[in-house]
């Protein structure tokens, strides 16, 4: 391989044209003979640059709607041609194969026609062939050919080109990674969407592809390294938000405010709704008649546990809640936009990391949840699942109340984000009591049953706020024993997916204690 290479021909052929004019007249003003193919060719010519058109170059017209241009000898014997190879050099002389020293392209925008709904047909049109093609053969070819997939690497390449008069190895290998992490990325968009065109839900081969957002400084622990990558999905949440202030993201950050957000988005659209998460569990959740208001309930179901947290709403914030969270250590706050009051007071919180979003995800909304194991991953469809007061079977002698329903129905939908086992007690549209991720239900039960008679010490309450409340069980009650231990606590009305070959003496102790008691039909383990 050689180290140095001077450019002396450019092909560029761009569906993104963002930028290619300032390209292109700065490799035209270092002397840089320029080919193209149609919408690029001619807007470069538009602007006063020489450019040869492809089709001149290989004697045949774009044809077939363009789907056929580049793929010819021509063109790829310029790309793959190795220059100090005689062989290859007669080759070349032989048949007028001049070398393309850089290549430039960007490939259809197959990932957001699928993305803005096309149908079928239109997304096999954007399929690009072409293009593909000649990004491998150059990144192949590193060791002479240097390759740009994207408008951010203009600049340094120029700035190399003003550097070194050329092209150095580890820039064209840096640029070669680059090129063929690209292609995979989008023959993966393409494999994805014809999974899920035709129904297959467990293709034989399955890829995933993200681009990277962001550098970290380190993953869970500061001796693991790690990076952000987006999806393209454009799916609202900690992705695609936008960063108003505070330092930058950590690894457990983003984790925690995507579980925040998720959680935020499942909740009644009409009322107010905060979530403070910790530790990718929520250890407060409610609604309320404004932001100030949810977020108040949510943080005296523990405050211990929310030093620290991660609070999302569903309302913009504004200044009077925004004062109310900075009376405590938070690491990110995530919302639906922000007043210039809240910016105000965030202001003076200069670590503290202030997140917009333009709207919040779908929960009803299709997708893969994905899973590294040792020596593979697990893929499974997104917990799309949602259950409504129809959907519920009363399966005890007494039925819930209203309020109790109101309030069973809350309290699975938080338990749905909580680690399994999952126990959530709530009372008025707030948690008062959460136990995630034991590996007994009834520890759960009676570990979120301890927390709630904690804080009622704390605030300086007669009595825990789990007297008068309901519970929610994200899957079966093996035994009796858990829920008995609510009733112990309190709880009035039980909410659970059913399904156990005890029900029968589940049921009986829920009669015994006078509880009420529902069944879901639908369980929400979250591993």
């Known amino acids: 391989m050689t180290d140095a290479v001077t450019i002396r021909r450019a092909l560029l052929s761009v569906s993104d044209k963002t930028g290619v004019m300032d390209l292109a007249r700065a490799l035209a003003a270092r002397g840089v003979e320029l080919l193209s193919t149609g919408g690029t060719a001619a807007l470069l ?64 925008p197959f990932e957001a026609t699928v993305a803005r709904g096309a149908d079928y047909a239109e997304a096999v049109e954007n399929i690009d062939i072409g293009g593909p093609a000649m990004i491998r053969a150059a990144a192949k070819n590193h060791a002479w050919v240097a390759v740009v997939t994207d408008p951010e690497d203009y600049a340094p390449l120029l700035a ?20 063929y992490g690209r292609t995979a990325a989008y023959d993966a ?32 622990n500061p001796h693991q390294g790690a990076a952000f990558y987006v999806d393209g999905s454009g799916r609202p949440g900690v992705a695609t938000a936008r960063q108003l202030q505070g330092k930058e993201l950590s690894y457990n950050n983003i984790n925690d405010t995507d579980a925040a957000v998720e959680l ?33 309930r949510a943080y005296d179901c523990d405050r211990v546990s929310a030093f620290g947290g991660i609070v999302a709403l569903n309302r913009p914030l504004d200044g009077a809640t925004a004062q109310a969270i900075a009376g405590i250590f938070t ?23 202030l997140l917009v979003t333009e709207a919040l995800p779908d929960p009803a909304a299709p997708g893969l949840a994905v899973r590294q194991v040792a020596g593979g991953f697990l893929v499974q469809d997104r917990d799309a699942g949602h259950v409504t007061a129809a959907d519920l079977r009363v399966v005890t002698q007494r039925a819930p109340t209203d309020a ?18 999952a126990i959530v007690y709530a009372r008025g549209g707030a948690t008062v009591g959460v136990g995630a991720g ?7 039960t009676r570990i979120a049953a301890r927390k709630a008679q904690d804080m009622a010490a704390a605030l300086g309450l007669s009595e825990p706020a789990t007297r008068g409340s309901v519970i929610a069980s994200d899957a079966f009650f093996p035994f009796a024993d858990g829920l008995l231990a609510a009733a112990e606590a309190g709880a009035t009305a039980v909410i659970q997916p059913g399904g156990s070959v005890r029900d029968a003496e589940v049921i009986a102790a829920a009669d015994a204690a006078g509880l009420a008691m529902v069944f879901t039909g639908l369980r929400h383990f979250r591993h």
């Open 438 to 444: 034991q590996m007994s239900r009834v520890d759960s």
């Open 45 to 108: 010519r538009d602007a006063g640059l020489v450019v040869r058109d492809v089709a001149d170059v290989t004697g045949f017209p774009e044809m077939m709607d363009g789907r056929v241009k580049t793929l010819h000898p021509t063109v790829h014997g310029g790309l793959l041609a190795l220059r100090d190879d005689p062989a290859h050099r007669a080759a070349m002389d032989a048949h007028g194969i001049a070398a393309i020293d850089l290549l430039v392209v960007n490939l259809y």
């Open 160 to 179: 190399e080109l003003d550097a070194t008069g050329g092209t150095t190895l580890a820039f064209r290998q840096r640029l070669a990674l680059t090129a």
């Open 264 to 296: 935020v988005a499942e909740l009644p659209r009409d009322r107010a709704a905060c979530v403070i998460v910790k530790h990718a569990n929520p250890c407060g959740v409610a609604l309320g008649d404004t932001a100030l208001d949810a977020y108040g």
């Open 331 to 353: 690491e990110v706050v995530i919302a639906p936009g922000a007043d210039d009051a809240a910016r105000a007071v965030f202001a003076a919180k200069p670590a503290l990391r």
């Open 189 to 220: 968009a393409v494999s994805a969407w014809m999974a899920g065109a035709l129904g297959e839900a467990a293709p034989r081969r399955r890829v995933f592809a993200g681009r990277l957002a962001q550098g970290l400084r380190y993953g869970e």
């Open 404 to 421: 109790e329903l109101a309030d069973l129905l809350f309290a699975f939908t938080v338990a749905k984000h909580v680690k399994s086992n």
